[in-house]
């Protein structure tokens, strides 16, 4: 009987703190809530419109009969061409354009290695000012390999090969180039006397951006009436035309060219009063480009249009586009991003003072608006939106004159704003 007292006492005891940290856990639960936030910043969101598009240029193709021989292009793609200009070299086999390359190398290195003869005793060896144009030249180098812009990587390399080579022949008293220049001069002499000259030019018949790839459609769309393409222009089954055989590359004669595409009549109304937009082809260039609207052909108000754009802007990555997916900004939008899971419609009290003195209460029902976490409470603000996309929303940072805050503030840069909550309301403490 002692031992069964005694085992009675304990489980009473044992379940009455059960029932007690039951209690307790279900009362925290009801008084803390968890709480998600992101912090408010400044972005720009984006009124893209993806579609295909044509691109259009006043392009001429470049023939030539090379009777087997090997075509070495003097240009690189997108390159600036005269008229009457070379574009191409022929060898009669591909060695002989090896050779060709490597003995522009060693002229080069020759040419660098005889500059420094005259440097060590010029104003312009001084070290100090060398170690600058060092820093200058490798920043200059490491920018443009960084932003993938090897247009004039050997300009480059080899200002910088010159300038640490003339940092030695003025710091090392040892330093001695004439051996290294020697050699070079042999390896040269050896090289020229065992090559065989280009057997023949190609040129260009017009100025203007060379490309070597011909694609057949130079010639489908006239260059001369792009303006007035319409819809069912370009939504036919266009095709290709027949490539000469000997087509050895082509020439856009002049900068200007054209983005052809068909946009929906609601693009199109926002577009109309538009005198420009961003084009970007996402997959083929990260830079966007500017084109100015010059035509929107449509049947009616309420259908698909034929919108045609006017490029300058000429880059290697573009010189080849045809048929491509773009993207047309139609507007930005600057201002505070939150997400639209974050926002909410409450009803909000506004004391308002009467011309007799007294006060009343007015309710303005479902404003719009975010909780942020200020110290250890919530406080609800009102938010005007600019627009809305892709589960954000663009904030106005200050409100219009036409705009009516009934809230102490409206969203703030930094804010700590709600995205995750339940039972939100204007001054819950945390």
């Not at 070290?127 to 390999?145: C, F, G, K, Y």
Request: hydrophobic share 40%.
């Amino acid at each position: 009987m002692k031992y069964s007292s005694v085992i009675r006492k304990v489980g009473a005891v044992l379940l009455g703190a059960l029932i007690l940290f039951y209690a307790i856990y279900h009362v925290c639960v009801s008084v803390y809530v968890a709480v998600e936030t992101e912090t408010a910043v400044l972005s720009t969101l984006s009124d893209l419109y993806e579609t295909e598009a044509y691109v259009i240029r006043n392009e001429k193709v470049i023939t030539a009969d090379t009777n087997g021989q090997v075509v070495d292009y003097a240009v690189e793609e997108g390159g600036k061409v005269s008229k009457g200009g070379t574009v191409a070299n022929l060898y009669s086999s591909g060695g002989s354009i090896t050779r060709q390359e490597q003995i522009l190398r060693l002229e080069t290195e020759v040419s660098l290695l005889e500059r420094l003869a005259g440097t060590k005793d010029s104003y312009a060896a001084d070290p100090t000012v060398l170690n600058r144009q060092i820093s200058d030249q490798l920043t200059e180098l490491l920018a443009a390999t960084t932003a993938g812009d090897f247009s004039k990587e050997s300009e480059q390399r080899a200002n910088l090969l010159f300038r640490l080579n003339q940092q030695a022949l003025v710091t090392q008293d040892t330093f001695d180039y004439t051996a290294r220049l020697t050699e070079l001069k042999s390896q040269l002499e050896s090289l020229r006397s065992n090559v065989s000259g280009s057997n023949g030019t190609i040129t260009s018949e017009s100025s203007g951006f060379f490309s070597k790839h011909v694609d057949g459609y130079e010639n489908v769309f006239d260059y001369q009436k792009v303006e007035e393409l319409t819809v069912e222009d370009l939504q036919k089954d266009v095709k290709p035309q027949d490539i000469p055989d000997n087509a050895v590359g082509k020439v856009a004669v002049n900068h200007e060219w054209y983005i052809a595409c068909v946009i929906n009549a609601e693009t199109a109304l926002k577009l109309s009063n538009l005198g420009s937009v961003e084009v970007s082809f996402p997959s083929l260039s990260s830079t966007p480009v500017d084109a100015e609207i010059v035509a929107i052909n449509q049947n009616s108000y309420d259908s698909d249009a034929a919108l045609i754009l006017k490029c300058s802007t000429v880059e290697a990555d573009l010189i080849t586009a045809r048929h491509e997916t773009i993207e047309i900004n139609l507007l930005s939008y600057n201002g505070i991003l939150v997400r639209q899971d974050a926002i909410h419609f409450e009803d909000v009290e506004e004391t308002i003072e009467n011309e007799d003195g007294t006060t009343s209460t007015v309710v303005h029902k479902n404003v719009k608006g975010v909780y942020v976490l200020s110290a250890d409470r919530l406080e609800f603000v009102q938010i005007f939106t600019v627009v809305s996309a892709n589960g954000y929303a663009v904030c106005k940072i200050e409100p219009d004159e036409n705009d009516e805050l009934y809230t102490n503030n409206t969203i703030q840069l930094y804010d700590k704003v709600v995205v995750k909550g339940s039972d939100l309301y204007d001054g819950k403490i945390l």
